[in-house]
């Protein structure tokens, strides 16, 4: 069956740096935009980074403001696993992320995270300050 599975997440402190992982079964990422999302209780989905598809760790990305210079995003097409890089974790960064696959990356990635056709259930990110 079709599915994301994110990993990686758990407590951190305040200046530490986490890892999330998002892996694919049933499909490739990298025939994907992936893209990362979190959301904190009483707050909306925000988007966090976006990548579109292809074989490489690299390509078009895009970043909120607020993770632009700390946080970033690649591939592994091996492991059909796309990576969340968090760098200089602030409290703010608390939440639950979320990883999804969209078929257009201009639609997905800097229109609507409606266009995204898979989900996965998400890892919990906790920032101790």
């Known amino acids: 069956h079709l599915q994301l599975v994110e990993s990686g997440g758990g407590l951190a402190q305040s200046g530490e740096s986490l890892r999330l992982s998002c892996t694919a079964s049933?499909?490739?990422?990298?025939?994907?935009?992936i893209g990362w999302f979190r959301q904190a209780p009483g707050k909306e989905r925000e988007r966090v980074a976006c990548i579109e598809s292809g074989d490489g760790p690299d390509g078009n990305k895009v970043f909120a403001d607020s993770v632009r210079e700390r946080f970033t995003i690649s591939r592994d097409a091996a492991k059909n696993t796309v990576y969340l890089h968090l760098n200089g974790l602030q409290a703010e960064d608390t939440g639950d992320y979320y990883c999804?696959?969209?078929?257009?990356?201009?639609?997905?990635?800097?229109?609507?995270?409606?266009?995204?056709?898979?989900w996965g259930q998400g890892t919990q990110v906790t920032v101790s300050s």
């Open positions: 999804a696959a969209g078929t257009d990356f201009f639609k997905f990635c800097v229109i609507s995270a409606e266009a995204g056709d898979y």
């Open positions: 049933g499909f490739t990422v990298a025939s994907y935009a």
